[in-house]
């Protein structure tokens, strides 16, 4: 069975600031590993994917994630927060393709100004 | 590319009623179509994969008949949420996969509210 952890329901940073989102994996075979963001009363738009290829994604908006296997994590950054940030982020993990992904709580990001 | 949409946005009915979904790929055959369910604050949950031309799939706990899923094509999956009760009030989001990609592509969601 696979499993994801988000680390953080919520995260708070100025404007400007370093966004770090957290995600750890659970997966008996190699994940497949994705960052969503959900703006209120909206469906999901993938920011990045992870599969297998280099361990460095990115992504769109300024967003980037790293795989790393040692430590189970597919944690998300973007060097510099916006406004328009503010969201839900979900952190989703797959054994194969996009097929029945499993999500993790989701991290509200607020970007103070 | 990859656009998922939904049809209606929200809808409020009335107890005992059903209510139906409509989750179409615009610009993209979908074989796959997943029906997500999302309570308030919280995470989405796989109700049921569908699949074009098949029954759907339903996750553990997720009542068929009630929740009926149909793949006629391979740009629309329906949902109809049958005899609909104040607790099936949810979020509701459909996704879909372009062929062999290996990425959901998202509907931006049908908020159903039973009175």
């Known amino acids: 069975a696979q499993s994801v952890t988000q680390l953080g329901s919520h995260v708070s940073v100025s404007e400007g600031a370093l966004v770090l989102l957290r995600c750890n994996y659970s997966?008996?075979?190699?994940?497949?590993l994705f960052w969503y963001v959900q703006y209120p009363n909206q469906g999901l738009q993938l920011l990045l994917k992870?599969?297998?290829?280099?361990?460095l994604v990115k992504g769109i908006n300024g967003f980037e994630a790293e795989f790393k296997k040692s430590e189970t994590s597919f944690h998300l950054t973007k060097p510099s927060a916006h406004m328009s940030d503010a969201a839900e982020y979900f952190c989703?993990?797959?054994?194969?393709?996009?097929?029945?992904?499993?999500f993790g709580q989701g991290t509200r990001l607020t970007i103070n100004p | 590319g990859a656009v998922v949409s939904q049809h209606p946005s929200w809808v409020i009915c009335k107890s005992g009623t059903s209510v139906k979904i409509e989750c179409r790929s615009l610009?993209?055959?979908?074989?796959?179509m997943f029906w997500y369910r999302q309570f308030p604050k919280q995470s989405l949950m796989l109700m049921a994969t569908?699949?074009?031309?098949?029954?759907?799939?339903?996750e553990q706990g997720v009542e068929k008949d009630k929740f009926l899923i149909n793949h006629a094509s391979l740009t629309l999956s329906t949902l109809t949420v049958t005899s609909a009760h104040p607790e099936d009030s949810s979020f509701y989001i459909c996704?879909?996969?372009?062929?062999?990609?290996?990425?959901?592509?998202f509907g931006p969601g049908t908020r159903l509210t039973v009175l």
């Open positions: 569908s699949n074009e031309g098949s029954k759907a799939t339903y």
């Open positions: 989703a993990v797959s054994d194969g393709g996009a097929q029945k992904l499993v």
């Open positions: 992870y599969t297998s290829a280099a361990t």
């Open positions: 996704s879909a996969n372009r062929g062999t990609t290996d990425t959901q592509y």
């Open positions: 997966s008996s075979v190699p994940p497949y």
């Open positions: 610009d993209f055959q979908a074989t796959t």
